[in-house]
């Protein structure tokens, strides 16, 4: 076996670990408001437009990426889907520890908007669970330069990925004047 290919399996546990536990543990956390539980924690109320923005720049990263590696930028291209993954992080944490300590808002539109905000909402929820595993997969093939894989997946993985950042702006703006 070569060590490209060892290194695929070494991480192949932890993608699947990782693409089960994280949506798991999110949903799980989305339940639980700390104010509610008789926690004195102040709301943190000032999150969504700092992880939104978080989604707009992962957005941005992501095309910059893209051209880098189409110019043959491999050193830029691999810093910029580091810094990807990095804000995929910092939104995700910000996002829970938000609906841990804030009551959730409710969408205020009525008539067709409302309609498409909630298609985009379920839509940008869905793809960004399906695309945990996708980002993995697609890192770890880099990771153990097995370049052709990396990139027939990456032709999957980048357009949902930024499918997820571009909507979860367009969520937050859509929302943004239904906040308390």
Request: charged fraction near 15%; aromatic fraction near 14%; glycine fraction near 6%.
């Amino acid at each position: 076996m070569s060590d490209s290919v060892a290194i695929e399996k070494k991480y192949n546990k932890w993608i699947v670990i990782l693409s089960i536990a994280i949506p798991v543990v999110v949903a799980g956390l989305f339940g639980v408001n700390l104010r509610k539980m008789g926690y004195d924690v102040e709301p943190l109320t000032f999150l969504p437009p700092i992880y939104a923005s978080v989604n707009g720049l992962t957005a941005i990263l992501l095309v910059a990426a893209l051209w880098a590696i189409k110019n043959k930028n491999i050193k830029l291209h691999e810093g910029l889907m580091k810094t990807a993954i990095v804000c995929s992080v910092l939104f995700l944490g910000m996002y829970v520890a938000y609906h841990m300590t804030s009551d959730s808002t409710k969408f205020g539109g009525e008539g067709i908007i409302k309609y498409v905000y909630y298609f985009i909402l379920i839509t940008h929820i869905i793809l960004s669970i399906v695309v945990i595993p996708f980002v993995l997969v697609t890192y770890v093939r880099a990771l153990a330069k097995r370049f052709d894989r990396h990139k027939k997946i990456a032709r999957i993985t980048f357009p949902i990925w930024l499918y997820v950042a571009v909507t979860g702006v367009i969520v937050y703006l859509m929302i943004s004047p239904y906040y308390a």
